[in-house]
């Protein structure tokens, strides 16, 4: 039976993962953290204001879905505390992923973070990886709910770099006059990504491929958050068996 602590238990997607936790036959729910509420997650589990609640309860792996700055001490607390991690919390840069890297190589616990937990979503970005040799142009739309705080999303960026690694010869953007600012997005490796944050959306994205006579597109959808929990069991189950840092799904689900 795995002991599973949760960060940011009293968020929409913290509470999904504790319900998770508690339904799956080979986990137990042994701590619930969150500074900003009150009350009891499932399992009879009490929410904490800390992570010593972690600590004390004998929890093997904490799973992390907060904001940036709270997992950032997260993980730090995990890495010292040898408490194997699993933070689906995005925005994280390369060069804070390559301390984090850092961080667990000196820890006895090990960490997975992933820009997405859905399968689909996952094979989505292997999918636009493979494709992007074979056309020169692209764009990336990644639509959120309206509380979302970064922009673009985790996945979004996480794509664009993908692509942008598999091809290095896209065409230049042809537009000399902007009417509306950012009406063409933001760019990374080359790659505009537009972000749409509105009401009754939880997680989608599609990338559009354009060559001479035709386009790809391809699309994920999440309509539910249960979507990312067999993600976040898998990872909870393999990060023991992964030392240091693992970035993304793709090496669990063997892509």
């Not at 940036?68 to 933070?87: P, Y």
């Not at 990374?188 to 994205?205: C, D, L, T, Y």
């Not at 909870?236 to 799904?249: A, E, M, N, Y």
């Amino acid at each position: 039976m795995i002991r599973v602590g949760v960060f940011g238990a009293g968020g929409r997607m913290g509470a999904t993962v504790c319900r998770a936790v508690t339904d799956a036959p080979d986990m137990e729910l042994v701590a619930a953290v969150d500074p900003g509420a009150a009350g009891t997650a499932p399992g009879d589990v009490q929410l904490s204001a800390g992570a010593d609640q972690l600590e004390a309860a004998g929890a093997e792996v904490a799973v992390d879905f907060t904001v940036l700055d709270a997992a950032r001490e997260n993980l730090r607390w995990c890495a010292e505390h040898g408490v194997h991690a699993v933070v689906g919390t995005t925005g994280f840069r390369e060069a804070e992923l390559a301390e984090v890297g850092e961080l667990f190589e000196r820890s006895r616990a090990n960490a997975i973070i992933a820009p997405n937990f859905a399968v689909g979503a996952v094979l989505m970005m292997r999918f636009a990886e493979i494709a992007a040799p074979f056309f020169e142009t692209a764009e990336i739309i990644e639509l959120h709910h309206d509380r979302k705080a970064d922009a673009p999303s985790g996945t979004a960026a996480r794509t664009a770099q993908r692509m942008a690694a598999a091809s290095k010869d896209w065409a230049e953007d042809p537009t000399t006059t902007v009417i509306a600012e950012g009406a063409r997005g933001g760019a990374i490796e080359g790659i505009p990504i537009h972000s749409v944050r509105m009401r009754g959306m939880v997680a989608h994205q599609e990338v559009l491929l354009g060559t001479e006579g035709q386009t790809l597109a391809i699309r994920h959808d999440s309509y539910d958050r249960a979507s990312f929990m067999p993600g976040v069991l898998l990872a909870v189950k393999q990060v023991f068996s992964r030392p240091g840092l693992t970035v993304g799904l793709d090496s669990l689900l063997g892509l």
